[in-house]
Every structure is written in structure tokens, then in C-alpha cells.
């Protein structure tokens, strides 16, 4: 079994002063470059993903903008890859099955934004592709959601889709849990 860290959408929009701010992004972050960190020492690969808007009407993400581009906190290197997205499946149209094909990885540590969004289905989208997924719960941000007349806070968003994901979709745990793996 070859794993890789792919870290999903970490991009200045989600964060104070940006388009789209996200609950606890930055403790996210701190917590997504303790994991780079520790990947990169032990020479995992490392895939970046970065969504870039293209439907008509967005709001953030836009080309050529600040905000679409990586936080400082998770700078991609010069030799990890890149994926561009446009959709929040990090597979679709990208390439990024290929690669992990042609790499022989099976199992993927997953770290990002939006829980609810993009994590959730690219989680989904690489269980289907069958590959093992780790997901990092406190690598991870989401935002506070309205459903016609009711508001559920970030944080219920947050473990309500990560308890959907756990068990069999991928195995959900911390950066300290991570970190003590062999």
C-alpha cells in the first residue's frame, strides 16, 4: 500500500479577509502544515488541488485573483503536484486518478476545505475509485449552513459530515492519531 497527503483547496478565499471565509480555517491550516510537514519529512507524496471558478456567477476562486491562490501556511514545493479543479470533486476532469494510478497509490490521507463541500465528495468520489482514505478531522473547515428557515452552526456541519464519512467511506481521525501511526 503507497499513500499519499492530497490537501484539498487551502486557498486565501477561505480565510479572514477573503471571499468565502470558513470557521476555524486557519487553526485548519496550522494544523494541514504539522501534517505536510511530517509527509514531506518521511517522503510521502504530496498532491495539491486547487479549485479555480469557472461557473458563471462565482463569487470566489476567481482566476488570476488572490484568493484562488494557496494559503502561505500550505505553499506547494516545486516538486509536488498540482491539480486544477473546477468542480468539487477533486477527480473530475483533473487527471488526478491517473497520476495516482501511474504512482501505485491506494491510500490517500485527505486534509482541506470545505468539509461539507469538496472534502465530502472527493472523499466519496476516491472511496468509489477504491482507494483508502484517511481524513484528517482538525485538517479540515467548513461554514455555518442555512436549510429554509434553520441555521446549523459550522461545527455541527463539520461532525455531521464527518460522522457520514466515517467507518465506510473512509476512516475519520486527528493529527495527533495521525501523527502516532507507525
Known sequence: MKRALLIVDVQNDYFPGGKMELHNSLAASRNINEVLADCRGNSLPV????????????TFFLP????????????????????VKHYPNSFRETGLHEHLAEQQITSLIIVGM???MCIDTTVRAAFDLGYECLVVED???????KFHDKEI?????????LAALNRV????ITTQELAAQP
Not at 64 to 81: L, R
Not at 153 to 161: G, I, K, Q, R, T
Not at 169 to 172: I, R, S, W
Open 153 to 161: 452552526s459550522a461545527e455541527d456541519v463539520h461532525v455531521a459530515f
Open 47 to 58: 498532491i495539491h488541488v486547487q479549485h479555480i471558478a469557472t461557473r458563471p456567477g462565482a
Open 114 to 116: 470545505m468539509t461539507h
Open 64 to 83: 488570476g485573483t488572490p484568493g484562488a491562490e494557496f494559503h502561505e501556511n500550505v505553499m506547494p514545493t516545486a516538486d509536488e503536484k498540482i491539480f
Open 139 to 145: 485538517c479540515c473547515a467548513t461554514k455555518t449552513l
Open 169 to 172: 467511506f473512509a476512516k475519520v
